[in-house]
Nanobody, 119 residues
Framework: QVQLEESGGGLVQPGGSLRLSCAAS????????INWYRQVPRKPREWVARITSGGTTNYADSVKGRFTIARADAKNTVFLQMNSLKPEDSAVYYC?????????????WGQGTQVTVSS
């Protein structure tokens, strides 16, 4: 089994920064693409950023230039550095990863971490 656990969320003022982390644990053999998504109540989950196993990154237009995704494979961890935060960035942020474990390859999700941007 594979578990993903997000951390680093919280309350921040507009213009501030937060760094989210997502740590994978379990019988992991390889981690391929890793994504961050976010969701606000009564709206579909929104894709935010992706990093491939080769380090290629992609971002939603709404966060491009403000957010940075990075991975530390030795620690099975991915980060999302969020700068110049806006109230519309408030959401629950989810980590999603394509993981191969001792039990096969599957798409895994974390439980989410709340980010609130407010003065």
């Amino acid at each position: 089994q594979v578990q993903l656990e997000e951390s680093g969320g919280g309350l921040v003022q507009p213009g501030g920064s937060l760094r989210l982390s997502c740590a994978a644990s379990g019988s992991i053999r390889s981690i391929y693409d890793i994504n961050w998504y976010r969701q606000v109540p009564r709206k579909p989950r929104e894709w935010v950023a992706r990093i491939t196993s080769g380090g290629t990154t992609n971002y939603a237009d709404s966060v491009k230039g403000r957010f940075t995704i990075a991975r530390a494979d030795a620690k099975n961890t991915v980060f999302l550095q969020m700068n110049s935060l806006k109230p519309e960035d408030s959401a629950v942020y989810y980590c999603n990863a394509d993981v191969r474990s001792d039990y096969g390859r599957r798409d895994s999700w974390g439980q989410g971490t709340q980010v609130t941007v407010s003065s």
